[in-house]
């Protein structure tokens, strides 16, 4: 049974940590969550994806 103070999924979120990564274009720094290491993320400032996994700061 799930505990009714919590929305579903909290459990499989709940071990989520930030992480801080540099975009490889622009050089600005973001936070992703350590579910979005696997997969590519777009730059909010100049837009171009790349791989946080090899950017992190």
Not at 17 to 36: H, L, R
């Amino acid at each position: 049974m799930t505990d009714p103070q919590h929305c579903p999924g909290f459990e499989s979120n709940k071990s989520l940590t930030a992480i801080k990564v540099v975009c490889p274009v622009c050089k600005a720094e973001m936070e992703a969550f350590s579910d979005e290491l696997e997969k590519q993320i777009t730059c909010s400032q100049c837009k171009k994806a790349f791989d946080p996994k090899a950017n992190k700061a």
